[in-house]
């Protein structure tokens, strides 16, 4: 029988289990198979199989969470729905950044789930209540934020917290339910918890507001009072953070949060997003040449495609598609750049009868506006083609352009 999270969790917290966690090799259940050997070795050494799994399901938890947290994570304790919601600790930090620079000082979290927004917040040295509605994510926020004499946590429902005496708002809604032992996304901001509709109401009156949402929203579902930020780390999209009151930025709407190898980079448009539609009329497959621009995915969702195009001296190759082209390589961290080589139409036979007469054994396919499968596609091209070992790798972009569908041979630029 299953041991569930709530089970997993307390069994971590007893004396035995905490010991035991701290002890442990925290590389020593990096797989499922190192998993499941510890486990085992555990219970050999005479721990009960609650606190056997409740300690190999943290380091396995801890192992996961580095990717977000790097070396926090090795002291932190998880549940896997709130490590699946938990804010990237580089980001954390920029919310963190926008309630000190506009000045606040004690803020509440509202639905604080795991504490990394508050322990950035936190670190800063602003004052921060974290309030849980979930007992078992509550216990595990409240060790996390135990390094912290400025942070504190309160087990309660974020809509009936008293905000008297506090000058900020933060909030990250739970938008993930459980079933059947799995979590499922929720995509209805107003099915979100708390609602969208009550961060609104928090900042008509009157509070500074910041709250993170996932980067879905239609731009309909963004209320008119805030800026919209969507962020990307290493070209993932993580978050739309909308920002309100003092923590908005004066004449910015809407912007793009670029987080890379290569540091921090902003975009940003005081237009709202009606403005942000992209115009004009397609080009000719024919004229297709140069460079083929792919905009960051915080840069999509932002609306700020045509601002990256221009900047490079681009143009869109469709006005409703996020792809476009210049006719020089210029460096820019809003877009990854592809040398264009070949632009066929998009017909399947055609395209296999090239991938075997140039030998390709890896195929990389992007796609925008076409109802294709990348992976069903790669399938059927490469069909029959043999062995990878010796063979040619190769990039398509496919892409509509007007009526027609094209497909483009790239080389990743450098």
């Known amino acids: 029988m299953s041991i569930s999270d709530a089970d997993l969790v307390a069994a971590v917290l007893t004396p035995e289990g905490f010991a035991l966690l701290e002890s442990t090799d925290p590389d020593s259940a990096n797989t499922e198979d190192q998993g499941i050997a ?18 190999v399901h943290q380091i396995r938890l801890r192992h ?16 896997r729905g709130g490590l699946e919601q938990a804010t990237r600790l580089q980001v954390a930090a920029h919310h963190a950044d926008r309630f000190r620079a506009a000045g606040l000082r004690q803020i509440a979290d509202l639905g604080c789930g795991l504490g990394t ?19 078992t994510t509550a216990a595990a926020a409240t060790i996390n934020l135990m390094p912290f004499e400025n942070a504190r946590v309160e087990m309660g429902d974020a809509t009936e917290f008293d905000l008297a005496g506090f000058d900020g708002v933060w909030l990250d809604p739970a938008r993930r339910t459980q079933a059947g032992g799995n979590t499922q996304r929720i995509f209805d901001p107003e099915a979100f918890s708390p609602p969208l509709s009550f961060v609104e109401r928090l900042a008509d009156a009157g509070l500074p507001v910041g709250v993170k949402l996932g980067p879905g ?23 739309v953070a909308l920002w309100f009151g003092a923590l908005r930025r004066p004449d910015v709407r809407r912007s793009a949060l670029v987080l ?16 942000s539609s992209s115009v004009g009329t397609p080009v ?16 999509i969702r932002a609306g700020l495609v045509v601002d990256v195009a221009e900047s ?19 460096s820019t961290p809003y877009a990854r750049a592809y040398r264009v080589v070949a632009v066929r139409p998009y017909h399947v036979k055609s395209l296999r009868s090239w991938v075997k007469a140039s030998g390709i054994g890896v195929l990389d396919i992007k796609k925008r506006g076409l109802d294709v499968s990348p992976e069903e596609l790669r399938k059927v091209l490469l069909a029959g083609t043999g062995s990878k070992k010796n063979k040619k ?8 352009v007007g009526d027609e569908r094209v497909a483009i041979e790239v080389e990743p630029a450098s």
Request: net charge negative.
């Open 38 to 55: 510890l486990n085992l070795a555990l219970r050999k050494a005479g721990h009960s199989p609650e606190v056997s799994s409740g300690v």
């Open 64 to 79: 996961l969470a580095k990717a977000k947290l790097g070396g926090f994570a090795e002291r932190m304790i998880f549940t």
């Open 260 to 275: 890379n190898e290569d540091g921090v980079h902003e975009l940003h448009a005081a237009s709202d997003f009606s403005d």
């Open 117 to 135: 927004d508050a322990m950035a917040l936190a670190a800063l040295g602003m004052n921060v209540t974290a309030v849980e509605l979930d007992e």
């Open 312 to 330: 490079v001296g681009g143009s869109l190759l469709d006005p409703h598609i996020a792809y476009f082209m210049a006719p020089s390589l210029v």
């Open 217 to 239: 929203i239609p731009h309909g579902s963004v209320p008119a009072n805030c800026e919209a930020q969507w962020v990307s780390v290493d070209g993932d999209v993580t978050e």
């Open 284 to 299: 000719s497959p024919d004229d297709i040449s140069g460079y083929i621009y792919e905009p960051d995915g915080a840069v």
């Open 393 to 400: 790798k190769a990039t398509l972009i496919l892409t509509r």
